[in-house]
T-cell receptor, first 118, second 115 residues
Framework: AQSVTQPDIHITVSEGASLELRCNYSYGATPYLFWYVQSPGQGLQLLLKYFSGDTLVQGIKGFEAEFKRSQSSFNLRKPSVHWSDAAEYFCAVSTRLNYGGSQGNLIFGKGTKLSVKP | DTEVTQTPKHLVMGMTNKKSLKCEQHMGHRAMYWYKQKAKKPPELMFVYSYEKLSINESVPSRFSPECPNSSLLNLHLHALQPEDSALYLC??????????????FGEGSWLTVV
C-alpha cells in the first residue's frame, strides 16, 4: 500500500538558518510527489511537485526538493529560513484513482510543524 | 492563476440545521474534491467529481451530500451533523488531464463548528 512518512513531527530552526524536512514514500510505481504548506487557519498551498525528469525541483518561496529513488525520499530544503515560513508542511504522493484517469488522490504524510526562532 | 474559492470561511450550525458549503474554480479543471481536515491531522478525502460526475465517495455518511452543478462549482450540503463533524472542509481541484492532471490545488477552507 502507498504511504508517506514524515519522521519529524516538529522542527525548530533559527531565522536565517538552513532547513531540511524529510519525507519518505512507499509506492509501487513511479510516484508523483508534492510538498504543501499550511499556515495556521489556512488552506494548503502547493510548494512544488515532482513528476519526472530533473530530480532537483524548484518551488515557490525559495524552496527546493530532491527526489532520490534509491532512498525513496523527497526531502524539502531551503537555504535560509524566514519567520514567515513557520507553518505545517505536508509531503504527499499522488495515486491514480481510476485506470486511465488523470485525477489523483493524495496520500499525505502526518505533517511537520516548523517553528522559527528570531 | 491557481485559485479555488470557498464560502463561507466560517460556519456555525446546530445539529438540526441544513447548510451548504460552496466552492468555485475558474481554471478549467475537470476534477473537484472535498477533503475534511481535523486539527493537527492531514486532510482526508471525502468525495471526487470527475467531469461533473461523482466518481469517488470515501464511505462518507449521508448527512454530507455533494453536488456539482457545473464544471466550475462544487457544493457540500450538510444536514443533521454531529459535533464530531466540526472540522476544516477543504475544496480542491485538478486539471484532470494532461501531464499535470494530478496536481491538486486547494482552497482556503471552510471552518465548520457543529453545536
Amino acid at each position: 500500500a502507498q504511504s508517506v512518512t514524515q519522521p519529524d513531527i516538529h522542527i525548530t530552526v533559527s531565522e536565517g538558518a538552513s532547513l531540511e524536512l524529510r519525507c519518505n514514500y512507499s509506492y509501487g510505481a513511479t510516484p508523483y510527489l508534492f510538498w504543501y504548506v499550511q499556515s495556521p487557519g489556512q488552506g494548503l498551498q502547493l510548494l512544488l511537485k515532482y513528476f519526472s525528469g530533473d530530480t532537483l525541483v524548484q518551488g515557490i518561496k525559495g524552496f527546493e526538493a530532491e527526489f532520490k529513488r534509491s532512498q525513496s525520499s523527497f526531502n524539502l530544503r531551503k537555504p535560509s529560513v524566514h519567520w514567515s515560513d513557520a507553518a505545517e508542511y505536508f509531503c504527499a504522493v499522488s495515486t491514480r484513482l481510476n485506470y486511465g484517469g488523470s485525477q489523483g488522490n493524495l496520500i499525505f504524510g502526518k505533517g511537520t510543524k516548523l517553528s522559527v526562532k528570531p | 492563476d491557481t485559485e479555488v474559492t470557498q464560502t463561507p470561511k466560517h460556519l456555525v450550525m446546530g445539529m438540526t440545521n441544513k447548510k451548504s458549503l460552496k466552492c468555485e474554480q475558474h481554471m478549467g479543471h475537470r476534477a473537484m474534491y472535498w477533503y475534511k481536515q481535523k486539527a493537527k491531522k492531514p486532510p482526508e478525502l471525502m468525495f471526487v467529481y470527475s467531469y461533473e460526475k461523482l466518481s469517488i465517495n470515501e464511505s462518507v455518511p449521508s448527512r454530507f451530500s455533494p453536488e456539482c452543478p457545473n464544471s466550475s462549482l462544487l457544493n457540500l450540503h450538510l444536514h443533521a451533523l454531529q459535533p464530531e463533524d466540526s472540522a476544516l472542509y477543504l475544496c480542491a481541484s485538478s486539471p484532470g488531464q494532461g501531464s499535470s492532471g494530478n496536481t491538486i490545488y486547494f482552497g482556503e477552507g471552510s471552518w465548520l463548528t457543529v453545536v
